[in-house]
């Protein structure tokens, strides 16, 4: 695991602009649109939208680091290095971790720079120790949930445009359909309905009640974690299972 982990790591540093097309997106969400939209909700009650936005930000941050750990799936198809560590006396689980761990660091260097930046937007953050844990835990599911269910869809569908495609068509509705530019209270009927069905609204939530209010609501915060719990283990099993499939094939 540590040797696949370390060589996905490795070429991460030797494409950085895979890095940088990774965070670019969220980078300008939190810039330019916290700036466009904030001059509207200000009539909503939020005096900060930059600080309200960031934890769907970060969120979105994690869809992108996370969906690219499957372009890496596809990279190594081409030289041979998937096939080669498939007929190596490794653990299935451990291939799928070294691959997942990594997205995870990604996402983690990611979203640091996103709260660096957030501070020079005049972003305060209020949570404590308890609520820091929350966060990371909360964090490390969503990373995990994305990057096995990444690492799944690149074991299925033939090409990395293909898959690029299919993860936008995701990735995109999951973070539109939340509460990670608007208020939950500004919803109505079925719309409401869809983004309150959306588990990563309530992972959204959390990170915005805890980062920028300091209220860490320790039920409410169990109930989500418990939530991405399941979530991540069902898609941890799919993954084991297509690459059962690819050892078959």
Same mark, same amino acid.
């Given at each position: 695991?540590?040797?696949?982990?370390? +060589?996905?790591?490795?070429? /991460?540093?030797?494409? =950085?602009? &895979?890095?940088?097309? @990774?965070?670019?997106?969220?980078? #300008?969400?939190?810039?330019?649109?916290?700036?466009?939209?904030?001059? %509207?909700?200000?009539?909503?009650?939020?005096?900060?939208? @930059?600080?309200?936005?960031? =934890?769907?930000?970060?969120?979105?941050? $994690?869809?992108? &680091?996370?969906?690219?750990?499957?372009?890496?799936?596809?990279?190594?198809?081409?030289?041979?290095?998937?096939? /080669?560590?498939?007929?190596?006396?490794? /653990? +299935?689980?451990?291939?799928?971790?070294?691959? $997942?761990?990594?997205?995870?660091?990604?996402?983690?260097?990611?979203?640091?720079?996103?709260?660096?930046?957030?501070?020079?937007?005049?972003?305060?953050?209020?949570?404590?120790?308890?609520?820091? !844990?929350?966060?990371?835990?909360?964090?490390?599911? %969503?990373?995990?949930?994305?990057?096995?269910?990444?690492?799944?869809?690149?074991?299925?569908?033939?090409?990395?445009?293909?898959?690029? $495609?299919?993860?936008?068509?995701?990735?995109?509705?999951?973070?539109?359909?939340?509460?990670?530019?608007?208020?939950?209270?500004?919803?109505?009927?079925?719309?409401?309905?869809?983004?309150?069905?959306?588990?990563? *609204?309530?992972?959204?939530? %959390? !990170? /915005?009640? %805890?980062? #920028?209010?300091?209220?860490?609501?320790?039920?409410?915060?169990?109930?989500?974690?418990?939530?991405?719990?399941?979530?991540?283990?069902?898609?941890?099993?799919?993954?084991?299972? +297509?690459?059962?499939?690819? *050892?078959?094939?």
């Amino acid at each position: 695991m540590i040797n696949i982990l370390w +060589r996905n790591m490795k070429w /991460r540093f030797q494409n =950085p602009l &895979s890095i940088l097309v @990774t965070i670019l997106q969220p980078l #300008l969400w939190l810039i330019m649109y916290s700036v466009v939209a904030g001059q %509207t909700m200000t009539s909503v009650g939020i005096e900060n939208y @930059t600080a309200f936005m960031l =934890p769907g930000i970060i969120v979105l941050v $994690t869809f992108s &680091s996370c969906s690219s750990s499957g372009i890496i799936n596809y990279l190594n198809k081409k030289s041979g290095a998937f096939y /080669r560590i498939l007929i190596s006396p490794i /653990r +299935r689980t451990s291939i799928i971790f070294g691959q $997942t761990f990594e997205a995870i660091v990604l996402a983690f260097f990611e979203i640091l720079v996103l709260c660096v930046v957030g501070l020079f937007l005049s972003v305060r953050f209020s949570c404590g120790l308890s609520g820091l !844990l929350v966060c990371l835990i909360l964090m490390v599911l %969503t990373a995990f949930f994305v990057a096995n269910l990444a690492y799944s869809i690149s074991l299925i569908l033939p090409n990395e445009v293909i898959y690029e $495609t299919v993860m936008n068509s995701i990735v995109l509705p999951i973070f539109f359909m939340s509460t990670a530019l608007v208020p939950q209270e500004d919803l109505s009927g079925s719309l409401k309905v869809i983004v309150e069905l959306n588990p990563f *609204t309530h992972v959204i939530n %959390t !990170l /915005r009640n %805890t980062i #920028l209010y300091g209220q860490v609501e320790f039920i409410s915060s169990i109930k989500v974690i418990i939530l991405m719990l399941v979530l991540c283990i069902v898609i941890f099993l799919v993954a084991i299972h +297509r690459l059962k499939k690819e *050892t078959i094939s």
